[in-house]
């Protein structure tokens, strides 16, 4: 049993099950957004090494049994990187990678905005921001109450600190010593319009959390050793609710797609399609 | 109602270790009693219903039932899409419970007159509505939404009516209850509202008229063969609810007669047209004044059956025994 912190990153090094995974999802994410036409494929990419540490390392779930009660509950609060959470299921085996191809098609199940009607391993639907952080709150509230173990990791958007909302399920998860519920932000800094600093800025954001009540880090988002490195060492402290700021860069692995607010938005095609694939096949 | 409704939600939580209630911080000296008896069955979640909404979700997904009570407005349009996204898609076992229906908190206020919600919550998709009409009811429908799969409304209310229910009665949702039986009218009503309308159609037995009386406590599965008969065997229709005449029940009973072909030989609906009320007053007083109250709908009936009664003399009448109280 890995114990403390030294040990298990010197295990992690030799891993490379969760780099094999991240980069699945960013080609999967190319490639959907390319086949749905649709948009978000910046967001994918910024929290791919994320979600691809937390299937690939942390989570405690089965796909032969989704529905598992003692399973560790994963909420994508950024419901708009719905791709990458259907490409990180798919390749994990909760159903067959040839679905992804049906996402945003007509009479698909795969939305853009995730939804779990149909979609084994989904735990919410969202689209709306602001709502996974209180239903993660309850999920992890009612494993305490029940005595079960299981914990609940929400992954949310700078964005969506925006919300008021999350403010209160933060308010509540403190007060109520939820330990076993983890909150990372994909700290990306560019929201649906412009950067977040000219939006509404959440600087000092770790110290909003902290001021909240949290546990919190700051660590590197694409750096797998850092990543599992926190999220494998969690409740940070007892009786308190983990917060994780992860340091992104939006669009991550493809230049042109690299801190863009363009690419919110638009759908690889073309030579932008093959290209994009290109570099993430052959990273510069 | 409402203490009708916690002492239902008691006695259920007592067998049911899985009944959960949550308080945006309202309820004061009426939760204390579910409070005490069960600790880990209950929480103040603060002022904060959005949230409030989304943690039932969460909690109501691994088995539990959770009623979330506030005040009208604040439990229903406050937290309207994390009702609709998170408890209603996800078909969530959580049962919004709103106190203080129409004007039953008359002088505190617009923010405080609950005149939309049913409009609102009925437009949701998985929603199942309850509007209890008498104490009886209250509890009746606590019991039924809590045995209801899915996401339910019940809105409770200040006034109610006298006692309604037959010895040994049994209440269904989605099944509305003649309380009168009579031929010249039908008075349709949700609520407490449910009351007056019992007022109208005694005052109205004086000048001849005789009404049959439904209680439609369930908005949502709507009872459209009720109506359906009430077109066919009585001389119309007047619809009897404390709240916006938009989407709520007495728009309810006309889409359900248009899509069904009938069409009541006459038609009302008595409710609030007046938008939002800027003035305050008693829930009795803003009935009085917004033409809702008992002697408002007996006069809409009275007016109804002498304009009706040349053109359709009632003459389809098959009075059923059972249901006369």
């Known amino acids: ?284 | 109602m409402r203490d009708n409704f916690v002492r239902q939600l008691t006695e259920l939580a007592r067998k049911d270790p899985s009944i959960f209630l949550m308080t945006a911080d309202l309820g004061f000296r009426v939760l204390d009693g579910f409070a005490e008896e069960f600790p880990n069955q209950y929480l103040n979640v603060g002022i904060a219903e959005q949230n409030m909404i989304g943690l039932a979700t969460g909690m109501a997904m691994d088995g539990r039932t959770v009623f979330c009570y506030s005040i009208g407005n604040f439990s229903t349009l406050r937290c309207l899409e994390q009702i609709r996204n998170d408890a209603c898609y996800h078909e969530a076992n959580v049962k919004v419970v709103a106190v203080g229906g129409g004007f039953s908190y008359g002088p505190l206020g617009i923010s405080h007159h609950a005149t939309e919600d049913l409009a609102i919550m009925r437009a949701l998709p998985n929603m199942t509505i309850a509007v209890p009409g008498d104490q009886w009811e209250a509890r009746e429908a606590t019991k039924a939404l809590a045995a209801t799969p899915g996401t339910c409304y019940l809105r409770l209310d200040k006034s109610a009516a006298p006692a309604t229910a037959r010895a040994k009665e049994v209440f269904q949702i989605g099944k509305a209850r003649t309380i009168r039986e009579g031929a010249d009218i039908t008075l349709i009503a949700t609520g407490g509202i449910l009351g007056a309308a019992l007022e109208a159609a005694d005052s109205l037995v004086e000048q001849g008229i005789t009404c049959r009386v439904l209680s439609m406590h369930t908005i949502k599965p709507f009872d459209g063969e009720a109506v359906i008969r009430a077109c066919n065997e009585t001389g119309g229709i007047v619809t009897v609810e404390e709240h916006t005449i938009h989407g709520g029940l007495g728009s309810l009973v006309a889409e359900t007669c248009m899509d069904a072909g009938v069409k009541p030989a006459v038609f009302r609906r008595v409710g609030l047209r007046a938008g939002f009320s800027s003035i305050v007053g008693a829930q009795e007083y803003l009935r009085r004044e917004y033409g809702m109250d008992a002697k408002a709908i007996a006069k809409a009936v009275a007016e109804l059956v002498s304009a009706g009664s040349p053109h359709s003399p009632r003459p389809r009448l098959r009075v059923s025994s059972g249901g006369a109280h």
């Open chain 1, 1 to 284: 049993m890995e114990q403390n912190t030294a040990p298990t990153l010197l295990v992690r090094k030799e891993s490379s099950a969760s780099a094999e995974l991240a980069l699945r999802i960013r080609k999967h994410a190319v490639r959907m957004t390319n086949l749905g036409g649709s948009s978000h494929v910046g967001s994918v990419l910024s929290m791919a090494d994320i979600v691809a540490v937390l299937y690939s390392e942390i989570l405690k779930v089965d796909p032969g049994n989704p529905t598992d009660p003692r399973r560790d509950r994963f909420i994508l609060s950024k419901g708009h990187a719905g791709a990458g959470i259907y490409a990180a299921l798919a390749e994990s085996g909760f159903f067959s990678t040839e679905l992804l191809d049906k996402h945003c098609a007509d009479g698909s199940v795969l939305s853009g905005h995730v939804s779990h009607r149909g979609v084994p391993g989904v735990e919410l639907s969202t689209g709306s921001l602001g709502h996974g952080l209180s239903v993660g709150a309850g999920m992890a509230y009612g494993a305490k109450l029940d005595s079960r173990d299981n914990r609940a990791f929400v992954l949310m958007s700078d964005g969506e600190c925006d919300e008021g909302s999350t403010w209160e399920a933060a308010m509540f998860s403190s007060h109520h010593k939820l330990d076993n519920l983890v909150a990372i932000v994909d700290y990306n800094k560019i929201q649906s319009l412009a950067p977040v600093s000219e939006t509404l800025g959440l600087e000092p954001f770790a110290d909003k959390w902290k001021a909240f009540g949290w546990s919190v880090a700051e660590i590197d988002g694409h750096d797998h050793t850092s990543l599992y490195a926190g999220l494998s060492t969690v409740p940070r402290t007892a009786g308190k609710p983990s917060c994780f700021i992860a340091h992104t860069t939006k669009g991550k692995g493809v230049s042109f797609m690299e801190q863009s607010v363009l690419w919110h938005y638009r759908t690889p095609r073309g030579s932008e399609y093959d290209e994009a694939l290109n570099e993430l096949d052959s990273p510069v």
